[in-house]
């Protein structure tokens, strides 16, 4: 079964310093999504992304984040200057177009120190 | 805006009926979800309601949407081990596609 595949599954990181968390969608989506969930809180949703431009985003993603589709397969998350509160589990995931096809991945750990 | 709650803990014994709860606040949600988070795993789709809909049956899962109340429940039966796991529950929104979620529901079956 196709799979979305996030990497690292666990990265620490300085306060102050960019991480760049990096997803595989399934080849026929067209659709990907970031979404995080802060130990002991709920899953947000940050930001949606199709045809090579945000499609929507939350109040969360703010000018510290951006996303890229650098090259056809891999669908990337940078945050620019990270802070504490910024530790949490990331989660990708794609879609073909409809909502009931959303695939995630197993997520990635991001701690910040 | 969107609200999802959600109870957060569940023992069952195997073999047994689990019914998870879920409440929600926006009226115009336009699909239910249920979610499974094994540990160390993503988020798995287990089954969704449309908004219109009551109820929907898909083998040992059973959804209920009470749109009155704004209540979603999910019921397992013959509940097994391996249904051990965070299950969350999430909407949409007309107009919008994006996922809210409840805090989710930790189930533990016991054997």
Redesign the interface.
Known sequence: EPE?TQTPSHQVTQMGQEVILRCVPISNHL?FYW?RQIL??????LV?FYNNEI??K?EIFDDQFSVERPDGSNFTLKIRSTKLEDSAMY?C?SSVGT??S??????TRLTVV | GED?EQSLFLSVREGDSSVINCTYTDSSST?L?W?KQEP??????LT?IFSNMDMKQDQRLTVLLNKKDKHLSLRIADTQTGDSAIY?C?E?LYG?????????NQVVVIP
């Open positions: 979305v659709y979404y002991g809180q709920k899953v947000e949703f949606s499609s929507e939350s989660f995931a909502l009931s959303y695939t995630f991945g197993s997520g | 999802v699909y979800y979610y160390g795993a993503g988020l798995q789709l969704y969350f999430a949409t919008n596609n994006r996922l809210a979620f409840g805090k989710g």
